[in-house]
């Protein structure tokens, strides 16, 4: 029997009449003679609301803590749609993440999945159930709950189509797949009918959140072939797939912006061997992702380093470097919330040349300053002014003619 997971994001089970929705589709996929394991986030605004009330309690709340919270919300989902499948004759059954083997190191609200024992779900599946799994979340070794970063529901399908050695993986969602650019942001944004790993990879971890970056990161791993598509219709959608030669002709494949990242500056900081160690060691070992990074030269003995990082990590960025900073002899921070990240990526950049420049005048021409610059093979990325970043989206989306004619 083909075996497939399908992964239902927030707004595809949004309300309990979407939830019912979502069982009809499963309940006609069974019906053609397929094994099933479904995972569900949970219903969308929930974590952010979960994570709200944690914010009212308490401005730092602890890993652990705010983990048993925010499981709640997938706990929820994958109830009701195991109750509404078998509200429509379909066996069905609900794990979550724990009881599906999910299991994860020890990093709270970052997890990594480690090891995914499919034991219990391969018998559930033998015995002719639909198996609902609880996205986003697993358990440490310690037996303590732990959930997988933002939009983390991604990885446990991926990571279980894997596990279960799925013939097919699909990630249903609100939009009908994988586009140039946000299509909420750039109307003229155009569905992409398959994407590389590598792209798909750049524009997540550059801000395109249809695809959690790990999610990719551990797809192009262990070669998982998905599909990104719709659960409102039944259009096709986009497969992310290998990169084959042909994919290099299209210098750039899209547009992405990050909202979510804050500029840091550590300015006056003694200018010798080990400083910048010492400030990007602190902030790792506070699981802290730091992603662009520039220094400028040093004068008089003292360097400035700006970076920018999460901006729900701001504060304890903040925190940690202060007692860094003067174990170095000084040293002050300061930070900026209202910035956006601004990235086209595209394999052919590999073997064309003029992508930065071409970008630089685009933005330049429609008078938007450029921050701080950083390129990798595949990617170019500005930081801007937040108050620009959707309309620099649409101005780069234009200058690569991605526009859809
Ligand atoms: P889900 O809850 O199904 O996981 P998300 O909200 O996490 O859905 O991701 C889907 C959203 O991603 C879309 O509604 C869209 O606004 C946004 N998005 C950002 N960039 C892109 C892109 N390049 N292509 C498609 N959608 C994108
Ligand atoms: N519910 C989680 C979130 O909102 C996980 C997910 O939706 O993928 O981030
Ligand atoms: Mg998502």
Same mark, same amino acid.
């Given at each position: 029997m083909p075996r497939i997971v399908q992964k239902y994001g927030g707004t595809s089970v949004g309300d309990v009449e979407r939830i019912k929705k979502v069982a009809e589709r499963i309940k006609a996929v069974r019906d053609e003679g397929n094994e099933l394991v479904v995972v569900v986030s949970a219903r969308a605004g929930v974590t952010n609301e979960l994570l709200a009330r944690a914010q009212a309690v308490c401005t730092l709340p602890s890993g652990r803590e705010l983990d048993q919270l925010l499981a709640i919300g997938e706990q929820e989902t994958i109830a009701l749609t195991a109750m509404a499948l078998n509200g429509i004759g379909v066996p069905a059954v609900s794990y979550t993440g724990a009881q599906a083997g999910i299991f994860t190191d020890?990093?709270? #609200?970052k997890a990594k999945i480690k #090891? &995914? *024992?499919?034991k219990p779900i391969e018998k559930d599946l033998a015995a002719g159930k639909v198996v609902i799994v609880a996205g986003f979340q697993g358990i440490n070794e310690e037996g303590q709950t732990t959930t997988l970063g933002r939009g983390g529901s991604d990885l446990s399908a991926i990571a279980l189509a894997a596990a279960v050695k799925a013939d097919r993986c699909e990630i249903y969602t609100d939009v009908d797949g994988v586009y140039t650019a946000d299509p909420r942001v750039v109307k003229s944004a155009r569905k992409l009918d398959e994407i590389s790993y590598d792209e798909m990879l750049e524009l997540a971890s550059s801000g395109s959140k249809v695809m959690q970056s790990r999610s990719v990161e551990f797809a192009k791993k262990y070669g998982v072939v998905f599909e990104v598509r719709s659960s409102f219709n039944h259009n096709p959608g986009t497969i992310v797939k290998e990169e084959v030669a042909?994919?290099?002709?299209? @210098?750039?494949r899209g547009v992405a912006v990050d909202k979510d990242q804050a500029k840091v500056l550590v300015s *006056? &900081? @003694?200018?010798?061997?080990g400083s910048a160690a010492k400030v990007f060691r602190t902030l790792a070992d506070a699981n802290i992702i730091v992603d662009m990074i520039v220094q400028n030269v040093g004068r008089q003995g003292v360097a400035n380093l700006t970076f920018t990082v999460p901006k729900p990590d701001v504060a304890a960025a903040v925190r940690v470097l202060e007692p860094a900073l003067k174990e170095l002899g000084g040293g002050e921070i300061s930070m900026d919330p209202k910035i956006a990240k601004l990235s086209v990526v595209g394999v052919g950049m590999k073997t064309h040349s003029g992508t930065a420049a071409n970008l630089f005048q685009a933005l330049a021409q429609a008078g938007i300053n450029i921050g701080l610059i950083s390129t990798s093979e595949i990617k170019i990325s500005v930081v801007i002014d937040l108050d620009r970043a959707d309309e620099a989206a649409r101005v780069a989306h234009a200058a690569f003619k991605l526009d859809a004619s």
């Open positions: 020890r990093v709270h #609200t #090891t &995914i *024992n499919s042909y994919m290099e002709q299209v @210098v750039v *006056n &900081i @003694v200018d010798k061997p």
